[in-house]
């Protein structure tokens, strides 16, 4: 499972992991948490632009195809070549604007990981894009895995858009 923002994520489910682990509730897997070393994007956490697609409101966003570029061309491949692993059954897992490039994996390169997970997406400055068909990858037939939450308490300006992209996505004959 590759979880974006490392950091933060991998110290919470690491925990979770290995206590599944230990009562065999869960297969054995590699969790690589991506991180940038700093939450300060003064100091290189670049998130806001590597997990975003483009934003009429936000000239810095944009770089999600570049960051998809980066894992298939850098990242997988060095797990990959490291670590006995399975791509067939790889997981991406982002919270906020990293739930915002799950999304856009889910969309544009749906092949490129088994399920996606996407907790409390921020799509409130650039809804239009994923709720646009032709943003989708042409590469997948079916429907990519894909697991998305959003929390009832979580500030309307991000929950509303994550709601929206819910329902229509839900409605809809294509994926995701």
């Not at 889910?106 to 400055?125: C, D, K, V, W, Y």
């Amino acid at each position: 499972i590759y979880l974006l923002d490392g950091g933060i994520s991998y110290p919470l489910l690491s925990a979770y992991y290995h206590y599944l682990r230990f009562t065999e509730e869960i297969p054995a897997m590699i969790i690589v948490g991506i991180s940038y070393g700093t939450d300060d994007w003064k100091k290189g956490n670049a998130r806001s632009i590597d997990y975003t697609a483009k934003s009429p409101q936000r000239e810095h966003w944009g770089g999600a195809e570049k960051f998809q570029a980066l894992l298939k061309n850098s990242i997988l491949p060095l797990i990959e070549s490291e670590y006995s692993s399975a791509p067939d059954k790889r997981l991406i897992f982002g919270n906020s604007i990293a739930g915002q490039f799950v999304l856009y994996t889910a969309m544009t390169q749906p092949e490129r990981f088994a399920g996606h997970i996407a907790s409390n997406p921020a799509l409130h400055r650039n809804l239009s894009f994923f709720l646009n068909k032709e943003n989708l990858g042409t590469i997948a037939t079916s429907k990519p895995k894909l697991f998305v939450s959003s929390g009832s308490n979580d500030d309307i300006q991000f929950r509303e858009p994550a709601v929206k992209w819910m329902q229509y996505w839900k409605n809809q004959n294509t994926h995701p």
